[in-house]
Structure formats: C-alpha cells, structure tokens
C-alpha cells in the first residue's frame, strides 16, 4: 500500500542561478553558465573553460552551519537543501527530527579538500597536510552538513553512482517515504571543480573546448560543471494538508549496470535501465512527454543514448534535450539539476532547451534536442536521465498530479 | 517478519583471513591481524604497525589478466564479491544477472588513487598528462563497477560513502531495494584500503586521540535476497537480518546527542525486529580506540542493552578499518555461528558510530553452516 509522493521543494545551486526562480529563468533563457575557470590555475591546460557557480554565498543562505567549517561540496549540498526547504514553504520547525532525512549523491566528494591535501602532500610531504581539512575529507561530510543545517536525525544516505548519483537519491527518497519509513526528505547531489577531473576528461579526449554542443553533429565533449541539487519530498497527503505548492510526482525510477566498460556507455545497459524505470513508475513510452537527456556532449554518450532511447521508444521518441549545454556537467548534482528541470517543466509547462546546437546529426535521427529556445507544452509525464562511468544508470520519471 | 533479508552466503578479504572459514577460524582463535607495515610502501607511515594484508598479490586471487589497473580497493572488493557468490552457491546466468547487483560501502573511494592522479597535474610538464586507465580509480564508484564487469552483475550498482557506519547503510539501502522489486539479489557490504596517504590522513584528523587503534583494511560482502522466498526454495540461511536503521545525530546538539540517538535507533530496531534486549546475546561494537565516539557507543548499548549480551569487538584483532568498520563487524559474527550449532538461531546486534554523529544498528539471527534450523 504505496503512499503517493511528490516534490514541493527545488533548490538549484548552479552556474545559470541559485535558487528555482534564477534557475528557472536561466532554463528558459537557454543562458550558458561557461566561463574561464578560476577555482584552479589553468595554465598548461589546452582548455580553459568550465561552468563554475559565480557568487555562492553560502554565510547568506545557511540558517545553522558555519561554512568555514565545511568543504565546497558540503557548503554547496546544505544551501541547496536550505533553498529548497524554504521553497516548499513547511515549517522548518515541523520537519526536524527523526522522520526526516536526506540521500544525497556525489562523484567526487569532498573533491576540492582531497585536491588541497595532495597539493601539500606533493610540496611538503604527508606531515605537512592540514588536520582542518583531514577532517572535512570523508565524503560523508556532505550528508551531514544538510542534516545539521535542517536539523534532521532520520536516515543520512550517501550515494555514489558518479554522474547518475541523485537520481539514485531520488529513487531511495521516493521508496523511504512511499513505503512509510521517513516522512520528509531532501533528495539531490552536490560536485566540486576540481583540477584532475578536468585533466581527466581532456586526457581522456572527452571534453570540448568552448562550449557543450549535445546532440549537434560537431559535438566534441563535456565541459566540467559544479553545482548542488536538492528537491523536497514528502507525501501527496502531507502536501495537500498543508496547501503546498506541488511540483510533481515522483511516478517511479530504475537502476542498472551495464557491467561493460569503466567509461564507455552501453546502449543495451540504458536500455534496460529505462524499462525498468517505466515499469516501475507504471508508465509506457508513449505517455512520456518530453526526455531530460544525460546528454553529456561527447559523440558516444549521445549516441549511445539515442540508441538506446530510439530502442525503447521507437524511431521517433519524444523530444529530448540536454540541459549540460548550460550548465556543463555537474557530476553528482546532474542528474537532480534534470529533475529539478523536468518537474519546473511540469508544474510550468515548457522543455528547456539544448542550445549550442547548430547542425543535425545524421546518426542521431529521430531526435528532437529542443534546439537553441526554450519550448512551451503541457508535459505530464517526463523521464530523466542518469548515466555514469562504470556503467552505473538511474532513470526517474515524474508526472503531473492529476 | 515479512521483508526480512537471508545472508546467503559471504566473503570477506581481512588483515587475519582470506574468505569465511579463513577469517572465522582466526576470530575464533583470537589472532590478531597487526603487522609490521614499515616495508608496504616507499613513503613514510605515520605508525609503524597496521592491520594490513602486507603479502597481499591481487594475481593470487583474480589471476593475472585484467588485473594490472585495479587499485587496491578495487581489488579487494572484486575478490571479496566473488568469495561471497561462491559461498553462497548462487550461479549467475542471463535469467538472474541483470536482477543481481552489488552496494559497496566505503569512505571516499580510494584516497591514495585520487591523490597519485592528482598528482600528476602537479608533478608532470603538462598538468593534462595524466594516464587515461586510471582515471576511472579516481572516481569513488570504481570498485563497485567493476564487481559488476568481473562478476557479470548487471542489476543496481551503487556506493555508499558513509565512512564508518556505510555497510549499515548499505543494508539499509539494500533492503529497501529488494523489498521494492528493485533487484533480487544484491551482494552488500563496504571496503577500505591501507595505504600510506590514508593512513596519513586519519593521523591528521584524529591528531588528538592517541588511544585510536592501529588502522586496518578489508572487504566484506553479504549475498543477501528475500528472506521468504529463499525459504520458500528450503534454502539454507546464514542469517536474517531482522532490522536495520541509521540515523544522524548533530555530536555538537545536546538536546539530541548520538548517544540518545543511537539508543532511540537501537530501540526501535529491536521493535522492528520483534525481540528484546534479553534475546541479543552478542553486540559487535564498532569501538576502535576513538574516545568520543566509543563513548557514543557504549553509553547507547549499555543503556539499551545493559551489559548481558558477549561484546565483540571486531577492531581489537582487525584494526580501525574505516569505511568497511560495520563490514568486519558484521562477518566477525557471521563468523562465529559459522562453525557452531550451539548459536543457532541466536540474535546479535551490530553497532557503529561515525565522528560526524552517524549511527547505524543491525539485529540479524544466525546460523551454522551445520545447522538444520535455518
């Protein structure tokens, strides 16, 4: 006997705004957050550009947390869950305690922290690494900041699938609180730039130069991104009861694992995952509206999830666009930063669009990326996508409360 | 108890045994993992003992193929899987594998593997001139991954990074998959290394608790699926894990402190569970030398508890083995109804407290492998 859940809260902590109404608005702008990376010295580099969070603030967002306490990760995690606390409206006072809790996702951690400690490692030697940061450097850190910002005793889970990281979050908050275990919880990642992730992509001649072109015949790769998503869930009754706003409802998600290849993406492996999403939501693929697109940007990853999305859905899928060509790729907090744009799609009927896009790929046919403009539609069931290194895929699908 | 978990079968890689009989025969005998560590590596250590597998060559365990860029996490989990499927006897095909899956517990991946990647952004001519295969050894879900490519698990793949409380956690989230149609088997447990940057690392951060243990490193795995159907099938049982919970207590609130918590959790767990305190005659304790956070622990389980129930704590002979902690806790007692019928069907609970104000709780009943009542 499933209670019925849904999102009442979105907390976007991104390159294209902070907070649902700046993000939003950047969404249906198509605006680009790809500028010069600043948080480390690029120089040697071949490429130069990422889609870096401008004007965080956190000392301005954070109710109980001292951000000097905490690392990039976890400062960007709380103020997430903070903003989308605030934007679903409940009495912070009412959610405290050990009813509520957090899944939060993550690729790299506390990655700027790690960084600093082996710069000190490699000029000075291990004795020479900060015991500050020793102690912000457990991944689980970032957990913790969001329950000491909310004041939250129940479950504190962290998940990492790499990039597919919060859609896993989204699905274990959906099964905690449909199966009655928690009430409230606060769904979504948070990712940090760091220098050899940078160096990872180029190396691994995944990532493009000026801009993330997804789904264009010249794409050439990723940019990097940062970020943190947060959405707040709670049950259909809880928010009915209180007159919340509500965005969506989480319909249902599926996991699994193309057990392939460390990097590459396998299109049987997404494949499957998707049928597992819809059959668990309870959906077929023609009542999917519109697709939130992994759509890194790299020639494979779009491929391949074309592929696999065409053999789910026929030659003619629904429309399809990825929201990396704004915000880069923000690892861990992706695939929330795509649920927080389908459910705003949902609840304020528009897709967000693929822009950089200039030229149609032959391969890719059938796809429509929602070039370049932000495009108005009722949608009323909408999938999101998450894929990963490691063949580590997480779908999750939404849908307008009838 | 509907929507329990069977332990199926398990594998555990440790600093005093190689598999279930290996590791559980040790307990038994109260051998002691800790080793000169001195010649591990070329860097410095900041102790000189640790609970370390010194001899360990991946080659003797997965062979020579393959095996070249997996870091020592990665090695150690893969080997710890394929114990565990082994032990359980579960043969994986095309009509079981994409609903078998693996939720590895750890800390941050592996440290030492990000910090030598990073590295060499600082140390080469051109900060991009990393080497490629390793990437993927930075990114903390690599040894989940690549249980599933070498063990041909295509079900949900997932890392939990909850540092020393993350095989509960694991459970947890593991439990809940299964409940929900979301996989049918799932292997699940957690991992940690013993490298000199993590041991450097842990010095630091705990620069001012001398009593702390020696570190250790392990992997442990649990072939868990439903506990009815694999009675339904007159399956043997290892265990049933009756409860799981965790929590989050702020250790800086002390209208909530984490011993309250962990004592609320403990509670309700064995309401869960259907059994009382008097029935629990084992408590594996995460206590590993760290004051405030054994202090956490032991005022929770005396206060629940009281001090009836065997203490067994897994750190004395295995060391601090951070991430996989709860792990080690939980294969120590499996071990011990491995080879004992007089357990059978006893109920032990498994605690673990994290510095950051983590608590988990597990109330499993075990079996011997001799055991008819399973």
């Known amino acids: 006997m499933d209670r019925r859940v849904v999102i009442t809260g979105l907390g976007p902590v991104t390159s294209i705004g902070i907070g649902v109404a700046a993000f939003g608005a950047g969404l249906r702008a198509g605006r680009s957050g790809v500028s010069p990376i600043t948080s480390f010295d690029t120089t040697g580099f071949p490429h130069v550009m990422g889609a870096e969070v401008r004007d965080f603030e956190p000392a301005s967002l954070l109710r109980r947390l001292d951000p000097r306490q905490w690392g990039l990760a976890s400062r960007f995690a709380a103020a997430a869950a903070r903003l989308a606390v605030e934007d679903s409206g409940v009495d912070p006072d009412r959610i405290a305690g050990p009813r509520s809790g957090a899944s939060i996702g993550t690729c790299t951690g506390e990655s700027q922290v790690l960084q600093s400690l082996t710069e000190e490692w490699v000029r000075e030697g291990f004795g020479a690494m900060s015991p500050h940061e020793a102690a912000q450097a457990p991944t689980h850190q970032i957990g913790s900041a969001v329950h000491r910002e909310l004041g939250f005793t129940g479950d504190s889970m962290m998940v990492s699938a790499a990039c597919a990281a919060s859609n896993y979050t989204i699905g274990n908050a959906y099964d905690l609180i449909a199966g009655g275990e928690l009430d409230y919880m606060i769904a979504g990642g948070a990712d940090a730039m760091v220098r050899w992730g940078h160096a990872g992509f180029y190396r691994c001649g995944l990532m493009a130069e000026d801009a993330c072109s997804p789904f264009d015949r010249d794409r050439t790769g990723v940019l990097a991104g940062e970020g943190a998503s947060a959405l707040f869930l709670e049950t259909l009754d809880s928010a009915v009861e209180r007159g919340a706003r509500i965005y969506a409802e989480v319909l249902g998600y599926g996991l699994s694992c193309d057990a392939r290849h460390p990097v590459a993406p396998d299109a049987d492996g997404i494949a499957r995952c998707i049928r597992r999403a819809h059959a668990n939501a309870g959906v077929t693929p023609q009542d999917v509206d519109y697709i939130c697109a992994h759509g890194t940007g790299t020639p494979a990853n779009d491929l391949t999830e074309a592929n696999a999305v065409r053999d789910v859905f026929g030659p003619t899928p629904p429309p399809m666009s990825s929201i990396k060509s704004m915000l880069g790729h923000t690892m861990g907090a992706a695939s929330g930063l795509g649920a927080i744009a389908s459910v705003l799609g949902i609840r304020e009927g528009f897709m967000p669009p693929t822009i950089n896009y200039g030229h149609e790929d032959p391969a890719l046919t059938g796809i429509d990326p929602v070039p370049n403009a932000a495009r108005p539609a009722r949608l009323r069931v909408v999938q999101n996508n998450g894929f990963a290194f490691g063949g580590n895929n997480a779908v999750t699908l939404f849908g307008e409360v009838a | ?374």
């Open chain 2, 1 to 374: 108890m509907a929507g329990t978990l069977a332990v199926t079968g398990w594998g555990v890689v440790a600093s005093t045994g190689v598999g279930a009989d290996e590791f559980g025969k040790a307990l038994v005998d109260g051998q002691s993992g800790l080793r000169d560590v001195g010649a591990m590596f070329a860097e410095e250590l900041p102790q000189p003992a640790a609970h370390a597998l010194v001899d360990f060559d991946v080659r003797d365990h997965l062979g020579r193929k393959r095996t070249g860029s997996l870091d020592r996490t990665t090695a150690f989990a893969v080997t710890a899987a394929g114990l565990a499927l082994a032990d359980s006897g579960i043969r994986l095909d095309d009509e079981n594998r994409d609903e078998t899956g693996i939720v590895l517990g750890n800390t941050m991946g592996s440290f030492r593997s990000i910090a030598e990647f990073d590295r060499e952004t600082l140390v080469n001519e051109r900060p991009y001139l990393v080497e490629p295969l390793l990437f993927p050894n930075s990114v903390m879900n690599c040894a989940a991954s690549r249980c599933a490519i070498w063990h041909q698990l295509r079900g949900v793949n997932a890392t939990i990074p909850a540092g020393r409380i993350s095989a509960v956690s694991a459970l947890r989230y593991g439990g809940t998959l299964l409940r929900r149609g979301h996989a049918r088997t799932l292997l699940l447990g957690a991992v940690e290394e013993f490298s000199a940057h993590r041991a450097w690392l842990e010095h630091h951060a705990h620069a001012d608790e001398p009593s702390r243990a020696p570190l250790g490193e392990a992997a442990a795995l649990l072939v868990t699926e439903d506990a009815r159907a694999v009675r339904a099938a007159g399956r043997p049982l290892d265990a049933e894990i009756l409860a799981t919970k965790t929590g989050h207590f702020d250790p800086a609130d002390r209208a909530t402190a984490p011993a309250d918590g962990l004592a609320q959790h403990l509670g309700a767990a064995l309401d869960a569970a259907g059994v009382t305190a008097e029935q629990v005659t084992t408590v594996a304790t995460g206590e590993c030398g760290l004051s405030r956070v054994d202090a956490v622990e032991r005022a929770a389980v005396e206060a629940v508890l009281g001090t009836g129930p065997d203490r067994l704590r897994a750190a004395d002979t295995l060391g601090d083995c951070g991430g996989a902690s709860a792990a080690v806790q939980l294969a120590a007692v499996l071990a011990l109804h491995r080879d004992d019928p007089g357990r059978d069907g006893q109920v032990s609970v498994v605690t673990s407290c994290d510095p950051e104000g983590g608590v988990g709780v597990v109330v499993l009943r075990g079996w011997s492998r001799r055991g008819a009542l399973r």
